[in-house]
C-alpha cells in the first residue's frame, strides 16, 4: 500500500503510537495515508478504535517478524 507520509513509532509503546499519530494527521490534508510503524502488538486494537472515534479511515494494517506497518487514512 502506498503512503503519502511514514511515521516510525518503533520502541514507543501504548499510548505513544497513538499520541505521535494525532499530531502528523493534524499536518495531513484530507484524502492522504499516514504509514505508522510500530513494534507494540496493541496497535493492532488502538489504531481501528482511534480511527472510528476520529473520523479516520484504517486502511490495513500488515504484519512482518513483528513489526506492524498500519495504513490511516485522513478523511476530513
Excluded at 20 to 42: F, I, N, Y
Excluded at 44 to 73: A, H, Q, S
Aim: charged residues 30%; proline residues 5%.
Amino acid at each position: 500500500m502506498k503512503a503519502d507520509e511514514t511515521l516510525d513509532c518503533v520502541g514507543l509503546y501504548c499510548p505513544m503510537p497513538i499520541v505521535h499519530t494525532a499530531r502528523k494527521m493534524k499536518g495531513l490534508k484530507p484524502g492522504q495515508v499516514l504509514e505508522v510503524l510500530s513494534d507494540d502488538v496493541g496497535i493492532k486494537e488502538d489504531m481501528p478504535n482511534w480511527c472510528k472515534t476520529t473520523g479516520n479511515e484504517c486502511l490495513g494494517i500488515e504484519e512482518e517478524k513483528g513489526l506492524y506497518r498500519v495504513f490511516v487514512k485522513k478523511l476530513r
